[in-house]
């Protein structure tokens, strides 16, 4: 085993807010060049760049899971992992049904780039991602569960887009397998403000819009190999599998 750092919610210009530099090749350049041995990329409500994310990533020696950024219908953001390119694929179609026909407007939102490992744009994704899904954060977790993928609700101590900002607090029965909080968020002082708490593990992340975030949150992961199977053990610290929040 060995510790792997790790950045798990990263956009790229598929994301409207996403800055339009976050392409494969610079994004896998400077998570090399940060150390990072393991990456997430997270768009919002879609995966139309991840595989074409991972190709590169594999040129690079970097292990990129297979991710997306959730809108719940109660505006709540919940970050969803999966190492099975079928099974993620099936999720991801699931997700784009229950997203709202909207068409995204380019110059107020931004383009939604749809690229490939050459970086070559393949199209531009005209329904808007930047809505809320029509399901809630409950049945968002339970499909993610049913494809066997990884949940952490994202950035937990951001007022907008939060759980504890849209719902006030996390409900204690909730089966999240971490938290998720900003590169920025002090945990001592958070969980002093949230004692309830303690008991979830953080996965602290830089949210990055922008190639120079990338990497500016980070956790490590001691873990046997890059798998959600390990990266959930590592949350519950199961078979000497640990986990480190800076
Ligand atoms: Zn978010
Ligand atoms: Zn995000």
């Not at 099975?84 to 179609?93: G, H, I, R, T």
């Not at 029509?134 to 939060?162: M, Q």
């Not at 900003?182 to 001592?188: D, G, S």
Request: glycine share 4%; net charge negative.
């Amino acid at each position: 085993m060995k510790w792997y750092k790790a950045d798990l919610h990263i956009h790229s210009v598929l994301s409207p807010c996403g800055d339009l530099e976050m392409s494969p090749d610079n994004v896998i350049q400077t998570a090399f060049r940060k150390g990072l041995d393991i990456i997430a990329i997270t768009d919002h409500n879609s995966m139309g760049n991840s595989l074409a994310f991972r190709k590169v990533a594999n040129r690079y020696g970097i292990f990129c899971f297979m991710g997306m950024e959730i809108q719940t219908s109660e505006e709540i953001h919940i970050v969803s992992l999966f190492d099975d390119v079928d099974k993620a694929l099936a999720f991801e179609k699931e997700v784009y049904e229950v997203l709202p026909s909207v068409k995204n407007d380019p110059d107020y939102f931004g383009d939604q780039v749809v690229i490939d490992a050459e970086e070559n744009i393949i199209r531009f994704e005209e329904k808007a991602l930047i809505n809320s899904i029509n399901w809630t954060i409950d049945e968002t977790v339970l499909k993610i569960r049913e494809y066997d993928g990884l949940c952490f609700p994202a950035h937990v101590d951001a007022v907008t887009f939060s759980i504890i900002g849209q719902l006030g607090f996390i409900p204690p029965d909730s089966d999240y397998d971490a938290l998720g909080i900003t590169a920025k968020c002090n945990i001592q002082k958070f969980l002093e403000d949230n004692s309830y708490l303690k008991n979830f593990a953080f996965i602290r992340n830089s949210d990055a819009h922008y190639l120079n975030d990338i990497a500016s949150g980070f956790s490590e992961f001691y873990i046997e190999k890059p798998t959600i199977r390990e990266l959930k053990m590592a949350c519950k610290k199961i078979g000497n599998r640990a986990l480190k929040t800076y």
